[in-house]
């Protein structure tokens, strides 16, 4: 099946700093991508669409000043975290369609997050 | 999209079928069922998706009851490495490829 990579797998940074993400769609092209955020013991809460050449669209509540994503080509979608607080500090994790409409979609392995 | 319902926790022996419920009593008759499963530390795995007929591939099975309101996802043998948390989603036809994860239930598979 399709590979979806992230980069890095952790991270741990001041707050008050940015930190960006990478996901990377490995043997295909995804013209959307998914960013999701996961606390500790709960479920993966989806954060924002990532359209290839366009603007996220970020669910509601998610500030899109504080996460900004940029999907600049058909493999690549970054999420910064900007002025990081501990209280952004979670597991971010991607995902991509190899095709559009279809309805199975790969995951990458997800960033943890640590703001101290 | 429609909400599920799953129990939080199952266990499971290895080596046995375990047999995982979803109630979607709201789903329309557009709505995709998924299953999705994330082992510890991971981002999630596609495991199977249905939309009324009975579905099986290489990972499990999808069983949909005849009013669509309910599913189960067999695993017809399970292994410790199916040790996870599944996730029953329904997925409308506009297929934005949004997927709203609700809590899911936890398997142990006991050796």
């Known amino acids: 099946g399709a590979v979806v990579s992230q980069h890095p797998s952790w991270v741990i940074c001041k707050s008050g700093t940015s930190v960006k993400i990478e996901c990377r769609s490995l043997?295909?092209?995804?013209?959307?991508m998914f960013w999701y955020r996961q606390f500790p013991k709960q479920s993966l809460m989806l954060m924002a669409t990532s359209n290839e050449g366009s603007k996220a669209t970020y669910e509601q509540g998610v500030e899109k000043d504080k996460f900004l994503i940029n999907h600049a080509s058909l493999t690549l979608s970054t999420l910064t975290v900007t002025s990081a607080h501990p209280e952004d500090s979670s597991f971010y994790i991607c995902s991509a369609r190899d095709r559009p409409g279809v309805y199975e979609q790969y995951f990458g392995p997800g960033t943890r997050l640590t703001v101290t | 999209d429609a909400k599920t319902t799953q129990p939080n926790s199952m266990e499971s022996n290895e080596e046995e079928p375990v047999h995982l419920p979803c109630n979607h009593s709201t789903i329309s008759g557009t709505d995709y069922i998924h299953w999705y499963r994330q082992l510890p530390s991971q981002g999630p795995e596609y495991v199977i998706h249905g939309l009324t007929s009975n579905v099986n591939n290489r990972m499990a099975s999808l069983a949909i009851a005849e009013d669509r309101k309910s599913s189960t996802l067999i695993l017809h043998r399970a292994t410790l490495r199916d040790a996870a948390v599944y996730y029953c989603?329904?997925?409308?036809?506009?297929?934005?490829?949004?997927?709203?994860f609700g809590q899911g239930t936890t398997l142990q598979v006991k050796p």
């Open positions: 043997d295909f092209q995804a013209t959307t």
């Open positions: 989603i329904l997925h409308g036809s506009s297929n934005t490829g949004k997927l709203i």
